[in-house]
T-cell receptor, first 114, second 113 residues
Framework: AQSVTQLGSHVSVSEGALVLLRCNYS??????LFWYVQYPNQGLQLLLK??????LVKGINGFEAEFKKSETSFHLTKPSAHMSDAAEYFC????????????FGAGTTVTVRA | DAGVTQSPTHLIKTRGQQVTLRCSPK?????VSWYQQALGQGPQFIFQ???????QRGNFPDRFSGHQFPNYSSELNVNALLLGDSALYLC????????????FGDGTRLSIL
């Protein structure tokens, strides 16, 4: 079964600094990968998705992620953090065909310091 | 264009009771998935419905059951509630296909006393 590991349960950054959230997947075959954000008392909002079209994926709110097959990674970055980026971020994976569920990582909570 | 809507937003039950949660998918979506998110954890897949049938199920007991209606809306039923069932229950809808992103509602917060 597919799984993802998010390194670091909490990340604290200064406003204007780089945001880097790490996600590694477990599969010999590149799966479909997603990043979601969850604000307090809300559901999950899709930031971006990788479905094998391009290795560098641009998403909403200035986020992007790079798929690296050699490292089985799909790390999320944003060049300059805003206060509004404070939230919980989840990496998720789904298999190619036949497995429709999303398997989520444990999440990374981002706090932004003024 | 309405997104995924869930009702109710909050619910308090006692052990042993039964609960029904409801979900209306985003317009144009025909597939509905349910997830359980315990406090401080990532969502866990419960099951997915497509064409009014349960297409895939996660590692949840038979106390968890569901239904999808002809208009694609869905219900999640949980019987014999346990304290451990306290969680945020998320509904997600999507179009057909594993690479289609799932769009989530704001969830139902279920508390078991």
């Amino acid at each position: 079964a597919q799984s993802v590991t998010q390194l670091g349960s909490h990340v604290s950054v200064s406003e204007g600094a780089l945001v880097l959230l790490r996600c590694n997947y477990s599969s010999s075959v590149p799966p479909y990968l997603f990043w979601y954000v969850q604000y307090p008392n809300q559901g999950l909002q899709l930031l971006l998705k990788y479905t094998s079209a391009a290795t560098l994926v641009k998403g909403i709110n200035g986020f992007e992620a790079e798929f690296k097959k050699s490292e089985t990674s799909f790390h999320l970055t944003k060049p300059s953090a805003h206060m509004s980026d404070a939230a919980e971020y989840f990496c998720a994976v789904s298999d190619l065909g036949g497995d429709y569920k999303l398997s989520f990582g444990a999440g990374t909570t981002v706090t932004v310091r003024a | 264009d309405a997104g995924v809507t869930q009702s109710p937003t909050h619910l308090i039950k006692t052990r042993g009771q039964q609960v029904t949660l409801r979900c209306s998918p985003k317009s144009g979506h025909d597939t509905v998935s349910w997830y359980q998110q315990a406090l401080g954890q990532g969502p866990q897949f419960i099951f997915q419905y497509y064409e009014e049938e349960e297409r895939q199920r996660g590692n949840f007991p038979d106390r968890f059951s569901g239904h999808q209606f002809p208009n694609y809306s869905s219900e999640l039923n949980v019987n014999a509630l346990l304290l451990g069932d306290s969680a945020l229950y998320l509904c997600a809808s999507s179009s057909q296909g594993a690479n289609q992103p799932q769009h989530f509602g704001d969830g139902t917060r279920l508390s078991i006393l």
